[in-house]
């Protein structure tokens, strides 16, 4: 009994600990879903909708790791003994920065496809009734996406060492990072909202 405890416990460890293999479970049941009680099984589902999910998803991702710098990397950086930052700045933020600058443009990219296929993208995008509101989270999300890709990766690179950069390049450009990483923590509240409560999206 133990033994086989044992065995099942390493199993679903391996499983566990792999993430492509977690990844490609949670899709595999995402398609059971829509199959089963989603709108394809009422033969509706359409590009729309498959859209519509993975806009949030890489929203998700995006905004989640936003949050994940301004709530908890950038202030608890300080607190961290200098011998011990490499930890964060060598690995754990180049790999965080990865998935971060590409949810924002894939985030983008969907959200634009999905009010193409919608019909209001214009509207929308021109700030028309009825799609203003989520007309300005959209203006919001590109204005926060051009940040991430213009601003905030190019001073990362300069900051974390991933580019030659002398130490002053280095200070400058992670100020810079800050500043325009909490202009999206700051657009980002109202986004979420008209991205919510627009009745148009």
């Known amino acids: 009994m133990h033994l086989g ?5 390493n199993k679903m460890a391996k499983f566990f600990g792999n993430l492509n293999l977690v990844l490609l479970a949670g899709l595999l049941l995402a398609v059971v879903v829509i199959l089963t009680v989603g709108d394809l099984a009422a033969g509706t589902t359409g590009l729309n909708q498959i859209f519509r999910w993975l806009h949030l998803f890489f929203g998700i991702v995006w905004i989640g790791l936003l949050y994940y710098f301004n709530f908890v990397q950038i202030p608890t950086m300080p607190k961290i003994p200098a011998d011990l930052k490499p930890g964060i700045s060598k690995h ?7 998935f971060f600058r590409w949810g924002a443009a894939f985030t983008v990219l969907t959200g634009l496809i999905v009010a193409y296929l919608s019909g209001y993208a214009h509207q929308a995008l021109a700030l028309q009734a009825p799609f203003r509101m989520i007309g300005v989270g959209m203006w919001m999300a590109l204005i926060m996406a051009f940040n991430v890709w213009v601003f905030i990766w190019p001073a990362q690179k300069k900051a974390l060492g991933l580019v030659p950069a002398d130490d002053a390049t280095k200070a400058a450009s992670a100020a810079k990072a800050m500043m325009f990483s909490r202009t999206n923590t700051l657009l980002s509240i109202g986004m979420l909202y008209c991205m919510v409560n627009a009745n148009g999206g």
Do not use: N
């Open 5 to 9: 405890s044992s065995v099942g416990g």
């Open 92 to 98: 754990i933020a180049p790999s965080a920065l990865f």
